[in-house]
């Protein structure tokens, strides 16, 4: 019981203050946020069509990419908390001016599918910003034991939001709700302003004197540096796991708002504001649950049975309650199976689990991975089950998408299992590795990834392992019961 308090409150003297500022802060942030994205969605779904839906999925990530572009280029030339302050101002103005726009009948029109795209950046740049400050004020240490308590913000703001959504939908209606969302960030915007004790954090800025410059430096910089990222083979692997993982989520996204449209049938002002209910209640139900498995369960179960078995539960999901839905067909129920996916397990399971994957890769890549991976991989698989979706609804029907979907995730289940095979690889040979940050993680991952590790690279390991991971080899070799050997190989 102990330990399962510690994981859901890890904060020590000295941490409150900040901490609980910053977690009110990311709480407000998302949940203003996700009322302006329940109204966002409920007026694009009702007076567009969930047809069109797709080209919103390929519009988005390109709005993304670029905007995430110019976050990345001030990132070294601004000081981040002023970078948070005006990121949360010009959020504010942006949702005064849509919601006024929206309301609006000579523009309102082109105006309504500009805030979807807007509700939806907004989300993802949250994450960027804040994971960017976060990231400037802890150490590794730190880090490790309060980021997911930041990460289970995410969830209670998505919580609050949905809850305040379902609330305030018969009294102001879905089409006022971007005007929610500029509350919300208005009071964020105060609170930092008034909280003075607010720290910059270290690195706030960069001076390299070794910085590209012009545009071609810049880029042909980028270039090779994704080209190192390519020619890893496990973040090879991988990033094709992400990319199956935004693009099922994606298609998974699409079908359950059709078995939601389905069900808020009509276009009346009624319907918006059922529509906005419904999806409200199940985003709040769900992330009630995301909330309290990743609380409570998580860290317990990437001890227990590792990293690289977590990685297995999102596209297992996927291939049930794709099967699912192929043979009973799309309704209300499988619908929202298909959610959970995105809803519980990869807020919960899937993106905890993901993030410890980098441990294994050299700190002078490591970030660069991430962007690539999270900022640019998962667009594509977003605009590639956007052109799927378009063309398989021009020249087929719902249930050849969900048998794609199927089969897709087949192919999701085995690149899982590629993945948990190199990784294994990957930690064996980092426990040799001459970077101790390297050869450190690999040790202490193998406590719960000792499966994954092949017996025979193991034992061949021989006297090449360092005296600062011995130990954990020692474990690693007990655990599969060959300790003898362990014995006469390492001393």
Known sequence: ????????????????????????????????????????????????????????????????????????????????????????????????????AITTNAIGTVVQPISYVFAHGVKETIYILFWVYAGNLYDAEQSKRLFPFFAGSVLVGKILGGLVGAAIAPVIHAENFIGGQAVGFFICFLALVAYRRLPEGQGSRVDDKHRPQGVRATVRESVDGYRTVASDHLLRTFGVGVFFWYFLMQFANFLYLLGLDQTAAGNTRGSEDFFSQLYASVYTSSSLVALAIQSFITSGLLRRIGIAWVLFILPVWFLATYGAATYWNLNLVTGVALQLGE??????????????VYSQVS??????????????VNAFGNMAAAVALIVGLRYSDVQTLLATGTGLSLVYLYNAWHTRRLFGRRIAHNLTSPDPDLRRNAADMLASESGAVPDDILRSLGERVPADVEHGVRLALTRKGIIAVATDVTE
């Open 1 to 100: 019981m102990r330990r399962l308090l510690r994981d859901a409150m890890p904060l020590r003297r000295g941490e409150w203050g900040l901490a609980l500022f910053l977690y009110f802060l990311l709480t407000v942030m998302v949940g203003a946020d996700w009322v302006g994205k329940l109204g966002a969605d409920a007026l694009f779904v009702k007076r567009y069509g969930v047809q069109n839906i797709p080209w919103m999925y390929i519009i988005t990530p390109i709005a993304m990419l670029a905007v995430s572009a110019l976050i990345f280029f001030f990132i070294d030339r601004m000081r981040r908390r002023t970078m948070l302050l005006v990121y949360v101002a010009a959020v504010t103005l942006m949702s005064v001016g849509i919601q006024y």
């Open 343 to 356: 809803r519980i397990w990869i807020p919960a399971l899937h993106r905890p689990a993901s993030e410890l």
């Open 363 to 376: 700190a002078a890549i490591r970030p660069r991975a991430r962007a690539f991976l999270s900022g640019g």
